[in-house]
């Protein structure tokens, strides 16, 4: 057990929707990161805060957004989605802004 | 554009051989590397991590070797064990655009046979 936190774990969802994926991070942690992870691929780096504030993007559509609030959990909120946004959501954990990230169990989204 | 490549999908080598899984980067950036290991409906697990600084990293039965003239490391797991069967992945960061990102390879899914 990472002590990183994912709800849902399971998400189906039809074309068109918007849904939102939650994430609490190990207790200390201030960054928190997102990934995402398409079928049989690697894992995509899509944003990064520290402290509530952004501090790094990666290949997230402007679809997605995402905050972190002053409790430091974090949301994902993926909208108008595509069927080819069916992945496996990750969010990670650090203490600080560059050291070993903790992972999470996952949220495996499904949209039909 | 791939800057952290793991070319070999798939590795088999048996109970207590040595399994070595190798990695490149392209971005001489980079100046921070981790493996880590997943098993399937889990999260990826932090194993092991090397600064640019070094060129050999320990702990128990894991080593991660860097060689920054190649672009290469390797992940050597000696003995190799069954429960060590999972998908290996390997990260670079280095500070780009202000920031530092954890760019990951494809993984190397690694069986152990008994």
């Known amino acids: 057990d990472s002590g990183v936190t994912q709800t849902p774990k399971h998400l189906i969802t039809a074309t068109g929707q918007r849904v939102t994926l939650r994430c609490s991070p190990r207790s200390g942690d201030l960054s928190v990161y997102w990934y995402q992870q398409s079928l049989d691929q690697g894992l995509q780096f899509l944003i990064q805060?520290?402290?509530?504030?952004?501090?790094a993007k990666g290949n997230i559509l402007e679809r997605f957004s995402a905050q972190q609030f002053p409790d430091l959990h974090s949301e994902l909120n993926l909208s108008s989605l595509e069927l080819g946004d069916s992945a496996l959501y990750f969010c990670?954990?650090?203490?600080?802004?560059?050291?070993?990230?903790?992972f999470g169990p996952g949220t495996r989204l499904t949209v039909t | 554009d791939q800057q952290v490549k793991q070319n070999s999908p798939s590795l088999s080598v048996q109970e207590g051989r040595i399994s070595i899984l190798n990695c490149d980067y392209t971005?001489?950036?980079?100046?921070?590397f981790l493996w880590y290991k997943k098993y399937p409906a889990e999260g990826p697990t932090f194993l092991i991590s090397i600064s640019s600084i070094k060129d050999k990293n320990e702990d128990g039965r894991f080593t991660v070797f860097l060689n920054k003239s190649a672009k290469h490391l390797s992940l050597h797991i000696v003995p190799s064990q069954p429960g060590d069967s999972a998908v290996y992945f390997c990260a670079a960061s280095g500070r780009m655009d202000s920031s530092y990102k954890l760019i990951f390879g494809s993984g190397t899914r690694l069986l152990v046979r008994p």
């Open positions: 990670a954990s650090s203490p600080h802004l560059r050291d070993e990230q903790y």
């Open positions: 805060y520290y402290n509530g504030e952004e501090r």
């Open positions: 971005n001489s950036m980079f100046d921070y």
